[in-house]
């Protein structure tokens, strides 16, 4: 059949329209999953484009929403919430089995953790000196050993042998050198006791010396309130219940001098006589005088255990000290802060920004965003020598720690492993939870300028259970 110029010019038309169609709805198509596959934080309530799904996929397919579409609509509508409230938040959560950022809020915007700034320092500890690390309070005999008595026997052949027996008097002192081992208990100073006497030493003709020269000498963290109730730092103390029982078995304001005072009494009191009294110094290095008497050890992990289940800040602060106990005596916070700002630089890179001021998240100028805590808690998930360590040591929602009495309502119970962080106006909570998909999540939930901090700690339920769900 023949056809006249005119209408293979309109079906050229016809044709060439089709096309064009086709290829606009693929561009369209395109468009709106990249616009849904990136989340951008401006500051405010993040919109996600719906994502057009392919021919391929079948209809009963195309009805029914994507997980994360369904999460990102819920957590809109928290974060709106949160818009209308007096306090200021930030979110943000990661999919650690996609690695996929997976909802922002202001994200980016700095703010203080509080005792979310443990979880740094629990990071940058096991990223720098591993969960194996030890705490090592050494004792030290200074001085010259003179016997008390010269007590012999006869062995089987005739020879004189000394009586092993025989007592000391040390012309000299006892040093106990400290390395801010916060765990030290009165079982710890009945065990240097024994140490002493089984050294041979019935007498100390000398003192009880407390050598506290690993840090400097400020008592409370950079930017602490002057009427906080914290013990003072020094690196010997006796810790945990010795501040807490009542009375209280050690006066917080100069805990290495009562330390050494214990030490004196129970000496005296196992019969081993000291002449002297007690006093703080360095002990020396060298010379034949010098003996190591014994020591005391405790591992970073155990450590690690009641800093976090606890939120102990003597316990943090310890640890913040240990990161740059091995590169000089009399380390300053500034020695230590400059590590951990190091490992979030390698956790988050190099434009990442943080302000470090102490270890426990006592501190006014401490701040970091939601997407810094983030980052390194990826980093610490994917390093399993630091997980495996840290993991643990987090509280777990209506089980344990500082959230045993949270999420109990809901699928976050037992499933969230998180740091809380609580002083006047902050509430924040960080961690780990597995959603219903199975995926493992990074969260952090910052909430700064709450009137309460029950306030907070209901937002952050309220998000969790979300993620959970």
């Given at each position: 059949?023949?056809?006249?110029?005119?209408?293979r010019?309109i079906?050229?038309?016809?044709?060439?329209?089709?096309?064009?169609?086709?290829?606009?709805?693929?561009?369209?198509?395109?468009?709106a999953?990249?616009?849904a596959?990136?989340?951008?934080?401006?500051?405010?309530?993040?919109?996600?484009?719906?994502?057009?799904?392919?021919?391929?996929i079948?209809?009963d397919?195309?009805m029914?929403?994507?997980?994360?579409?369904?999460l990102r609509?819920?957590?809109n509508?928290?974060?709106?919430?949160?818009d209308?409230?007096?306090?200021?938040?930030?979110?943000?959560?990661?999919?650690?089995?996609?690695?996929?950022?997976l909802?922002?809020?202001?994200?980016?915007?700095?703010?203080?953790?509080a005792?979310?700034?443990?979880?740094?320092?629990?990071?940058?500890?096991?990223?720098?000196?591993?969960?194996?690390?030890?705490?090592?309070?050494e004792?030290?005999?200074?001085g010259?050993?003179?016997?008390?008595s010269?007590?012999?026997?006869?062995d089987?052949?005739?020879?004189?042998?000394?009586?092993?027996?025989?007592?000391?008097?040390?012309?000299?002192?006892i040093?106990?050198?400290?390395?801010?081992?916060?765990?030290l208990?009165?079982?710890?100073?009945?065990?240097?006791?024994?140490?002493?006497?089984?050294?041979?030493i019935?007498?100390?003709?000398?003192?009880?010396i407390a050598?506290?020269?690993?840090?400097?000498?400020?008592?409370?963290?950079?930017?602490?309130?002057?009427?906080?109730?914290?013990p003072?730092?020094?690196?010997?103390s006796?810790?945990?219940?010795?501040?807490?029982?009542?009375?209280?078995?050690?006066?917080?304001?100069?805990?290495?001098?009562?330390?050494?005072?214990t030490?004196?009494?129970?000496?005296?009191?196992?019969?081993?006589?000291?002449?002297?009294?007690?006093?703080?110094?360095?002990?020396?290095?060298?010379?034949?005088?010098?003996?190591?008497?014994t020591?005391?050890?405790?591992?970073?992990?155990?450590?690690l255990?009641?800093?976090?289940?606890?939120?102990?800040?003597?316990?943090?602060?310890?640890?913040?000290?240990?990161?740059?106990a091995?590169?000089?005596?009399?380390?300053?916070w500034?020695?230590?802060a400059?590590?951990?700002?190091?490992?979030?630089?390698?956790?988050?890179?190099?434009?990442?920004?943080?302000?470090?001021?102490?270890?426990?998240?006592?501190?006014?100028?401490?701040?970091?965003?939601?997407?810094?805590?983030?980052?390194?808690l990826?980093?610490a998930?994917?390093?399993?020598?630091?997980?495996?360590?840290?993991?643990?040591?987090?509280p777990?929602?209506?089980?344990?720690g500082?959230?045993?009495?949270?999420?109990?309502?809901?699928?976050?119970?037992?499933?969230v492993?998180?740091?809380?962080?609580?002083?006047?106006?902050?509430?924040?909570?960080?961690?780990?939870?597995?959603?219903?998909?199975g995926?493992f999540?990074?969260?952090?939930?910052?909430?700064?300028?709450?009137?309460?901090?029950?306030?907070?700690r209901?937002f952050?339920?309220?998000?969790?259970?979300?993620?959970a769900?």
């Amino acid at each position: 059949m023949n056809t006249s110029p005119f209408h293979r010019l309109i079906a050229s038309a016809i044709l060439i329209c089709l096309c064009t169609c086709v290829i606009a709805q693929t561009d369209s198509s395109v468009t709106a999953r990249r616009n849904a596959d990136s989340i951008e934080d401006s500051g405010h309530v993040i919109a996600m484009t719906d994502t057009l799904m392919t021919d391929s996929i079948e209809a009963d397919t195309l009805m029914t929403p994507r997980w994360e579409d369904t999460l990102r609509e819920r957590l809109n509508a928290l974060a709106l919430e949160a818009d209308h409230s007096h306090y200021y938040t930030g979110i943000c959560i990661y999919d650690l089995t996609d690695s996929t950022l997976l909802y922002g809020y202001n994200q980016q915007k700095l703010m203080r953790p509080a005792s979310n700034e443990k979880t740094l320092t629990a990071v940058t500890a096991l990223d720098i000196l591993g969960a194996d690390h030890k705490y090592s309070t050494e004792v030290y005999a200074v001085g010259s050993l003179v016997a008390d008595s010269t007590s012999c026997i006869t062995d089987s052949v005739g020879g004189i042998v000394a009586d092993s027996t025989v007592s000391y008097t040390l012309k000299g002192n006892i040093y106990v050198v400290g390395d801010f081992d916060p765990s030290l208990e009165l079982a710890d100073i009945r065990q240097m006791v024994g140490a002493i006497r089984n050294a041979g030493i019935s007498t100390i003709d000398g003192s009880i010396i407390a050598d506290v020269s690993m840090k400097d000498t400020l008592s409370l963290g950079n930017g602490w309130c002057w009427d906080d109730s914290q013990p003072y730092l020094t690196p010997l103390s006796l810790g945990g219940s010795a501040y807490t029982s009542k009375p209280a078995r050690i006066n917080r304001y100069n805990p290495s001098a009562d330390f050494v005072k214990t030490l004196r009494n129970e000496l005296i009191a196992d019969n081993i006589g000291v002449t002297g009294s007690t006093g703080s110094g360095v002990v020396p290095r060298q010379g034949n005088d010098v003996v190591l008497v014994t020591k005391i050890t405790h591992s970073i992990e155990e450590i690690l255990h009641r800093m976090m289940k606890n939120s102990d800040n003597l316990y943090a602060e310890s640890m913040f000290y240990q990161l740059a106990a091995d590169k000089k005596k009399g380390e300053s916070w500034k020695d230590c802060a400059a590590e951990v700002e190091a490992m979030v630089h390698r956790a988050a890179g190099s434009s990442a920004h943080v302000d470090v001021a102490d270890g426990c998240g006592l501190s006014l100028y401490n701040y970091v965003s939601p997407s810094v805590l983030v980052a390194v808690l990826r980093y610490a998930y994917d390093h399993k020598t630091i997980f495996s360590a840290l993991y643990p040591s987090l509280p777990v929602a209506g089980v344990d720690g500082t959230i045993a009495s949270r999420m109990t309502g809901s699928k976050a119970y037992a499933n969230v492993h998180a740091k809380t962080g609580t002083v006047t106006g902050v509430s924040t909570l960080a961690g780990y939870v597995t959603a219903s998909n199975g995926h493992f999540l990074a969260f952090a939930i910052m909430n700064n300028g709450v009137k309460t901090s029950a306030e907070g700690r209901a937002f952050q339920d309220k998000v969790c259970a979300v993620l959970a769900e």
